[in-house]
């Protein structure tokens, strides 16, 4: 990832709106949400959330698939990634303890749901 693409998706993140509207598609993924529902979930007016929405496409953070009537967005986590590794890939220059905290940092948020196992009674 280069200086410029990593800028441009820091700015777009940069805003309390944007913020919150990535981070509502990266917890509904990977189905997407329309973009009414988005709005009506997090109280923005439709043409401020357009705005908003086209400012975080731009910088490569959603995508958007017409589906009928409706424009469902996603989150393009594949380009979050780059930016996380754009930022921490020589954060350590040589020495890995420094990063070491930032990655196991990262672990607990990121685990497996644990699933329920049933008892079988006999």
Do not use: W
């Not at 959330?49 to 910088?59: G, K, N, Q, Y």
């Not at 589906?67 to 967005?73: L, P, V």
């Not at 890939?89 to 990655?103: K, M, Y």
């Amino acid at each position: 990832m280069e200086s410029e693409q990593a800028i441009l998706a820091l700015a777009a993140l940069a805003q309390s709106t944007r913020l919150e509207v990535f981070r509502l598609l990266v917890k509904h993924e990977p189905d997407g949400l329309a973009a009414g529902d988005i709005a009506r979930e997090l109280a923005v007016p439709q043409n401020t959330l357009s705005s908003h929405l086209s400012i975080l496409s731009r910088a490569g953070l959603v995508s958007a698939q017409r589906f009928g009537r409706s424009i469902i967005y996603r989150a393009e986590l594949g380009r979050l990634q780059s930016v996380v590794l754009f930022m921490l890939r020589d954060c350590c220059d040589g020495r890995p303890e420094i990063c070491a905290p930032l990655i196991e940092g990262l672990a607990p948020c990121c685990q497996p749901k644990s699933k329920s196992k049933r008892r079988v009674h006999v």
